[in-house]
């Protein structure tokens, strides 16, 4: 429980959650401008030293279903996924995704946010204005002189407390390299809240932990604080507060018994996520990896805090996203009792559709803050997006079953093939790169159609639900992240993106907060 808090009657500034992108922002402006009042609600605990936000390693810890620091958001049931119930997580936390995510490192492509400009008439929100942003960000451990990343940001990006070699030092992404991480040198999670917040001490920002927006006073048309109202609660959570604000689809207000402050057709719709299969397969027993951690093996952990407190390295001091591929006991995503799985070593691959053509929406569904959202993630609606996920599956399996460390394919987590056909998993050792590619029968298609429906899943990425658009293309902001028809209101997170980004989307988060803060500079008088 959150301790109680003492507030002010008033305050200048106020942020609607208090996750990657709010922390960001609050901290460039409550640093510029010390005589301002700064006030971070957020609905979820401190983070503050706790080692589950600091050791790398514990990543998975957050995705129990008891968890305190996630909101899980159940999907309606759709024949898209085998009449599933798809689960989203969100961060639910200071820091938010920051504080929980997997710590992969990686940025949009340029065309990503120059898309955003060109495709949506946002000015100042192009490559050329946005990786400046991400340079002010980070300071880039792996190599500080790399002229396009940053060298003196409070974000250390590094290879984790392991050692990785880097042999390839690739400028394309269609290669395989060494994935720098959201992790110091040292064996430290780069979040948000500990590096713009708590290690700063700055006396006019106040962060309350335990404090869940209701939603946003509007008078007259202008959102009550002395200055501004910042919507910051996600993708998942920033359109519920508007709309519980009386901004949003008027059908859906009047179901939920809101008055309608203002009508804006797109909050809440536009969901987006990068749908993700994960396919498992077994590994050389020699190899180390994450696998005995995330079993809860007693000795595994005792040496791994011992280690990690030396020095930061070891397996608490890395996420296991490394080489050969995707190196991690994410098998725990598809079975949640690791006793039921036979204790044998796993590595799994993983595909993503980048640009999904799939579409969901998450609405209110009553004034109650605490009921369940009206949330429909939209996976595989599209043939399109079933189409590349089924030629993802057959080139992972392909670069998997040629990895030195393969024995074979975990069976309950592939298609059920026929026995006889060829596509069927026989393989227990790899194959030689030359060997030729597995043939599959359209029978094959259906079966592997079949199990990623059933199989598909979040890779956490949700953004688009308050798009950053003109208002008659279904936009909810401005490029100054203004909603349409409410003065002093803005919203800056991951809700805005007015098209998806191929990336993780901690960086996107990144760069809106540090680019938020310009613009509210800005708009105060001043500059960052």
């Known amino acids: 429980m959150a301790s109680p808090h003492t507030v002010q009657a008033e305050y200048d500034l106020v942020f609607a959650g208090g996750g990657t992108t709010a922390c960001i922002t609050a901290s460039r402006l409550a640093t510029a401008f010390p005589g301002l009042s700064i006030l971070v609600l957020e609905s979820g605990p401190t983070t503050k030293d706790k080692k589950e936000h600091i050791q790398p390693g514990q990543f998975i810890t957050h995705l129990a279903p008891a968890s305190k620091t996630m909101q899980f958001y159940a999907s309606q049931a759709s024949e898209h996924v085998g009449g599933r119930s798809v689960v989203v997580p969100s961060g639910r936390c200071i820091g938010g995704g920051s504080s929980v995510n997997f710590m992969l490192y990686n940025r949009p492509a340029a065309s990503d946010f120059d898309a955003w400009e060109k495709d949506y008439g946002n000015v100042g929100w192009s490559a050329k204005d946005l990786i400046p942003m991400l340079q002010k960000a980070e300071t880039y451990e792996i190599d500080p002189m790399r002229a396009t990343h940053g060298s003196n940001g409070p974000l250390k990006v590094s290879f984790g407390g392991s050692p990785i070699a880097n042999a390839l030092n690739v400028e394309s992404i269609n290669a395989f390299h060494a994935m720098p991480k959201w992790i110091s040198s040292d064996g430290r999670r780069s979040d948000v809240a500990h590096r713009y917040i708590y290690q700063k001490h700055i006396a006019n920002l106040s962060v309350f932990d335990g404090c869940l927006v209701n939603r946003v006073v509007i008078e007259n048309g202008v959102a009550v604080a002395r200055k501004l109202v910042i919507v910051s609660g996600g993708a998942m959570g920033s359109p519920l507060i508007l709309e519980r604000s009386g901004i949003g689809r008027k059908d859906v207000l009047q179901r939920a018994g809101i008055p309608v402050v203002v009508e804006?057709?797109?909050?809440?719709e536009n969901y987006q996520d990068h749908a993700l299969i994960i396919t498992p397969s077994l590994m050389d027993p020699a190899v180390e990896s994450l696998n005995p951690l995330f079993r809860g093996d007693p000795e595994t952990w005792a040496k791994a805090l011992e280690q990690w407190e030396e020095d930061g390295s070891g397996l608490l001091g890395n996420n296991g996203f490394d080489g050969p591929l995707f190196l991690l006991g994410v098998i725990a995503v598809m079975l949640k009792d690791q006793s039921l799985l036979p204790r044998l070593n796993y590595m799994c691959t993983g595909s993503f559709l980048g640009y999904p053509e799939s579409r969901g929406h998450v609405h209110i569904e009553s004034s109650?803050?605490?009921?369940?959202?009206?949330?429909?993630?939209?996976?595989?609606?599209?043939?399109?997006?079933?189409?590349?996920?089924?030629?993802a599956y057959k080139k992972g399996r392909e670069l998997t079953r040629r990895l030195p460390s393969f024995r074979g394919a975990f069976d309950m987590g592939h298609?059920?093939?026929?026995h006889n056909s060829p596509a069927a998993l026989k393989d227990t050792a790899p194959v030689s790169?030359?060997?030729?590619n597995i043939v599959y029968t359209a029978e094959d298609d259906l079966a592997i159609d079949t199990y990623m429906r059933q199989n598909v899943e979040t890779a956490w990425h949700s953004l688009g639900t308050c798009a950053m658009k003109p208002f008659d293309q279904g936009g909810v902001v401005?490029?100054?992240?203004n909603v349409y028809g409410v003065k002093n209101l803005k919203v800056a997170d991951v809700s805005i993106p007015p098209s998806n980004v191929n990336s993780n989307t901690y960086s996107t988060a990144i760069a809106i907060g540090e680019k938020a803060a310009a613009i509210i500079a800005h708009e105060l008088g001043g500059c960052l």
Do not use: K, T
């Open 368 to 391: 109650d803050p605490y009921a369940a959202p009206n949330f429909l993630a939209g996976f595989l609606s599209s043939p399109i997006d079933v189409a590349a996920l089924r030629w």
């Open 433 to 436: 790169l030359e060997a030729a």
């Open 415 to 418: 298609p059920q093939f026929s």
């Open 264 to 268: 804006i057709p797109g909050v809440g």
């Open 478 to 481: 401005d490029s100054q992240l």
